[in-house]
């Protein structure tokens, strides 16, 4: 997938089972688009692609919305602090037994 924003990069990332994690840098020439709009950006195309899955891979189709309304975003102010999350987001999946997260898909 394309990205439509140049001026942003993800760095640590990872895909649960029902939900993800990113940090996304904001590149210093950034140009005031505003973080709702790269992350609706988001959705719909893998949204889209998804939904390409579906009719060409046989993915399993969802009955309901791919994306929660809503997103959780924090500002990483400091190394210290980028080094905190990035270590959570890294090692999330060990952690997944006991995650509230962790419920029972369709």
Not at 13 to 29: A, L, S, T, V
Not at 41 to 54: A, H, S
Not at 92 to 103: G, Y
Request: charged share 30%; net charge neutral; glycine share 2%.
């Amino acid at each position: 997938m394309e990205c439509k924003f140049i001026n942003i990069a993800c760095q640590e990332m990872i895909i649960m089972p029902n939900h993800f994690h990113c940090i996304i840098e904001i590149k210093e020439d950034y140009n005031s688009i505003p973080i709702g709009s790269i992350v609706q950006w988001f959705k719909t195309m893998t949204t889209n692609d998804y939904i390409r899955g579906v009719k060409t891979k046989k993915w399993k189709a969802f009955d309901k919305r791919l994306w929660q309304r809503n997103y959780w975003e924090h500002i990483i102010r400091n190394e210290h602090e980028h080094e905190k999350i990035a270590n959570y987001i890294i090692d999330n999946p060990l952690c997944w037994e006991k995650d509230k997260l962790n419920v029972d898909l369709p």
